[in-house]
C-alpha cells in the first residue's frame, strides 16, 4: 500500500485536503483506496479526534478493506473512527428513536408475493396487478431512494402496490433497508435537535464509490455535512453500475453546483493496468457521452496486446479458456489460480465454465454468489425433477420438496394449507383438492425419463416458469447439460456434485464473477466472455434505454485487468448465432486503423 511519500501529486493533493467540501474524480485503478486511507491518516495526525471522522461506503466488503488498512496504518490512533456502509450509518442513527417494537427485514419479497396474491377476505393487503413480484420489487425499491412516496408515482400499478406495501409493514412494526434511509432523511429534516446533534458528531465525512450514491443518500449526507461543509466525496461516474438503484452518477459532475466553493481534483494515472488495456478500456468508456471529461493515462507501459478471441459456442469458450490458463501456468508455474478471473454479466453464464473446470479438476471459486444450479428458477426445476425422481422409485419425496414448490408456479396455496402438509405430511395431499394443481403438474410429469425431457415438458405446463428475458441464456444452458444425461437419476447427482465441489474452501482458486461482484477488484489475467449482442451489453437493458450503463459495465469489467485482457466471442450460444459485441467491433475497427 503507498504511503503519503510514494503518493503522486493529485493524490497527495486530496489526501491533504483538510477543510471544506471536495470532490475527487478518480479513474479506474487510480488508486483512491491509497489515498483516502492517508487522508484519514493526515486528519489524524493534525489531532483530529477519531470520532469526528466518518467515512462511508457503498458496500460491506470495501467497508471492511477499509477498516483495515485504516487500522494498518494508523493502529490504535485510528480507534473510533467511524467506518460504515451507508446503511448501517442509517440504522444506527434511526433505529433507536423508533423503538424496540420495529423489526428490519432483510427481505421482504415475500410481502410483495403476498400483495400480488390479489385481494381477498384472508388478504385485505392484495391488488390486483399483472406485474411480476421482481420488478414491483425493483419498482418500490427505486422510488423509495429516490424519495418518492406512492402518490408521487405516474405509474399507478406500482403506486397501488407499493401504498399496500407500505401499510402491511406499518401495521406489522416491519421495516425494509431502504426505509432506513428515508426515515433517517426525515428525521434530519424534521427535527432540529437530533439534526445538530448528529452534525457536531462528524465534523469529517469522506465518502468511497460516490458515483453510486442516490438521491435519499445523497440527502443524508448533504443534512450530515450542512453546518461545517466538510465533505470529502471520491468517484468515477465511469464506474456507476447502479442506476437501477437510482445511483445518480450525474452528481460528481454537479458536486460544485450544490458546493460552489468545492474543490475538484482529478486522478487519472493508473497504476493498476498495462497500458494496452488502458487504451482499449479508453475506448469502450469514449462510446458514452455526457460524462466527466478525464485522460486516463497508464503508470505500467508496455504489455502484452489485449486478445480478442472468436470461438464456437459456450462449450468451447469454456474450453479455450481452460486451455490458455492451462497453458499460462505450465509456462509459469508460480503464476497462481487466483491470478485468473472469468467475468461475465450474468451468473447464468457460469455453468459450461464449471462444468470443464469440474472435468479438469481445476480449483475455481464463485465467491459469494449463489451457484448457477442454486439459482431460484433452476432450483425449482432441479426440485421438480427429484419429487419425480423418488415418485419413479417409489421413494415417498421429501416433504421440504413438495412445499418448496407447491406455489410454484402461483397455485394460490394458502400458508395454512402449506402448514397442514408440513404437519400432517404428504398424505394429505390426496385428501384435499386445494392440492390438485400440484398433483396435476407431478402427474404430467410422472412419464418423462430423461432431464431434458422434464425440462421441456415443464416448460409447455408452465412457461411462466421458465420466463426468459431478452438475453437470457439459462434455459438453453441448463437444457444442453442436462441433455448430456439419459435419466433423472444421474442428472441430479452430477448437479449436487457440481455444486458441493464448488463450496469446497479454497485458497488458491480461479476467480469467476458477475462483473458488479468485481467491482474495486483487480486480477493479473481476465477473460471478457460471451462478449456478444445481446448478453454485454444485456439486451434487456438496452431495450429499457439503459445502454450507457452498459458501456460502464464492459468498462469496468475491462479495467479489472493488471497484465491480461481477453475478450472471448462465441458464434452461437444455444441455437442462436451471435452477433459481436459492439465494444468488440469498436476495439477492431480501432485495431484496423493502425
Ligand atoms: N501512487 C501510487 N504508486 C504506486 N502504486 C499505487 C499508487 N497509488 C495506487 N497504487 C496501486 O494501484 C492499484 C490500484 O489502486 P486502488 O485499488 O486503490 O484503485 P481504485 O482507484 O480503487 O480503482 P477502481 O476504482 O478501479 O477499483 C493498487 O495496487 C495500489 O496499491
New binding site residues.
Given amino acids: 500500500?503507498?504511503s503519503l511519500a510514494?503518493?503522486?501529486e493529485q493524490?497527495r493533493k486530496a489526501a491533504l485536503h483538510i477543510q471544506g467540501p471536495c470532490v475527487v474524480v478518480?479513474?479506474?485503478?487510480?488508486?483512491?483506496?491509497?489515498?483516502l486511507v492517508t487522508r484519514v491518516q493526515h486528519l489524524l495526525r493534525l489531532q483530529i479526534p477519531p470520532n469526528q471522522i466518518l467515512c462511508c461506503t457503498f458496500t460491506k466488503d470495501a467497508a471492511k478493506e477499509m477498516q483495515s488498512r485504516i487500522k494498518a496504518d494508523s493502529g490504535d490512533k485510528a480507534k473510533g473512527v467511524k467506518i460504515c456502509t451507508i446503511h448501517s450509518l442509517a440504522y444506527q442513527l434511526i433505529m433507536p428513536r423508533l423503538g424496540k417494537d420495529w423489526k428490519i427485514q432483510t427481505s421482504t419479497s415475500w410481502i410483495i408475493e403476498l400483495i400480488l396474491s390479489g385481494p381477498s377476505d384472508s388478504n385485505p393487503y392484495g391488488v390486483k396487478s399483472s406485474l411480476s413480484a421482481k420488478d414491483a420489487d425493483q419498482a418500490i425499491s427505486k422510488a423509495k431512494n429516490s424519495l418518492k412516496t406512492p402518490f408521487d408515482l405516474d405509474d399507478m400499478m406500482v403506486a397501488d402496490i407499493y401504498e399496500a406495501y407500505e401499510k402491511f409493514k406499518k401495521d406489522k412494526k416491519i421495516l425494509d433497508f431502504d426505509d432506513l434511509l428515508v426515515k433517517t432523511v426525515h428525521a434530519l429534516r424534521m427535527d432540529t435537535q437530533f439534526r445538530e446533534k448528529w452534525q457536531n458528531q462528524w465534523k469529517f465525512i469522506l465518502v468511497d464509490e460516490f458515483q453510486d450514491t442516490n438521491l435519499v443518500q445523497w440527502e443524508i449526507l448533504s443534512l450530515l455535512a450542512k453546518a461545517h461543509q466538510n465533505l470529502f466525496v471520491v468517484g468515477?461516474d465511469w464506474?456507476s453500475l447502479y442506476s437501477w438503484r437510482g445511483a445518480m452518477p450525474s452528481l460528481i459532475l454537479d458536486f460544485g453546483k450544490y458546493y460552489p466553493n468545492a474543490k475538484t481534483i482529478i486522478?487519472e494515472r493508473n497504476?493498476?493496468s498495462r497500458d494496452p488495456i488502458i487504451q482499449a478500456s479508453n475506448l469502450i468508456i469514449s462510446m458514452n457521452e455526457g460524462q466527466f471529461k478525464k485522460q486516463v493515462v497508464a503508470?505500467r507501459p508496455g504489455g502484452d496486446p489485449i486478445k480478442i478471441i472468436g470461438v464456437e459456442d459456450e462449450v468451447d469458450q469454456a474450453k479455450r479458456v481452460a486451455d490458455i490458463i492451462e497453458a499460462m501456468r505450465l509456462a509459469d508455474p508460480d503464476l497462481e489460480w487466483k491470478s485468473f478471473a472469468i467475468l461475465y454479466r450474468t451468473h447464468e453464464q457460469s455453468r459450461s465454465f464449471e462444468e470443464i473446470f469440474t472435468e479438469r479438476d481445476l480449483p475455481y471459486v464463485m465467491a459469494g454468489e449463489s451457484h448457477f444450479y442454486e439459482m431460484p428458477k433452476i432450483k425449482t426445476i432441479l426440485t421438480y425433477m427429484r419429487i419425480v425422481n423418488s415418485l419413479s422409485k417409489d421413494e415417498a419425496p421429501e416433504v421440504q420438496w413438495v412445499t418448496d414448490i407447491i406455489n410454484r408456479p402461483k397455485r394460490n396455496i394458502k400458508p395454512d394449507d402449506i402448514n397442514r402438509v408440513l404437519v400432517e405430511g404428504l398424505s394429505v395431499l390426496t385428501q384435499y383438492p386445494v392440492y390438485d394443481p400440484i398433483l396435476d403438474t407431478l402427474d404430467k410429469l410422472m412419464d418423462c425419463e430423461q432431464p431434458a425431457e422434464l425440462i421441456v415438458r415443464l416448460d409447455e405446463i408452465h412457461p411462466e416458469l421458465m420466463k426468459r428475458e431478452p438475453g437470457d441464456m439459462w434455459y438453453s444452458s441448463f437444457l444442453r447439460a442436462a441433455s448430456k444425461h439419459d435419466n433423472i437419476e444421474s442428472f441430479l447427482s452430477f448437479c449436487d456434485y457440481v455444486i458441493e465441489k464448488s463450496k469446497e474452501p479454497k485458497d488458491d482458486a480461479i476467480v469467476m464473477k458477475t462483473v458488479h461482484g468485481s467491482?474495486?477488484?483487480?486480477y493479473p489475467v481476465v477473460f471478457l466472455v460471451d462478449m456478444v449482442e445481446g448478453v454485454m451489453p444485456y439486451q434487456k437493458s438496452v431495450d429499457e434505454g439503459n445502454i450507457e450503463e452498459e458501456t460502464r459495465i464492459a468498462y469496468?469489467a475491462a479495467?479489472r485487468a493488471q497484465d491480461r485482457l481477453y475478450f472471448i466471442v462465441p458464434k452461437m450460444m444455444g441455437d442462436k448465432v451471435c452477433i459481436p459485441s459492439r465494444y468488440v467491433t469498436r476495439l477492431l475497427e480501432e485495431r484496423k486503423k493502425k
Avoid: F
Fill in positions: 500500500m503507498p510514494d503518493l503522486n493524490q478518480a479513474g479506474a485503478g487510480s488508486g483512491k483506496t491509497a489515498m468515477d464506474q486522478l497504476y493498476r503508470n467491482k474495486g477488484e483487480q469496468v479495467t
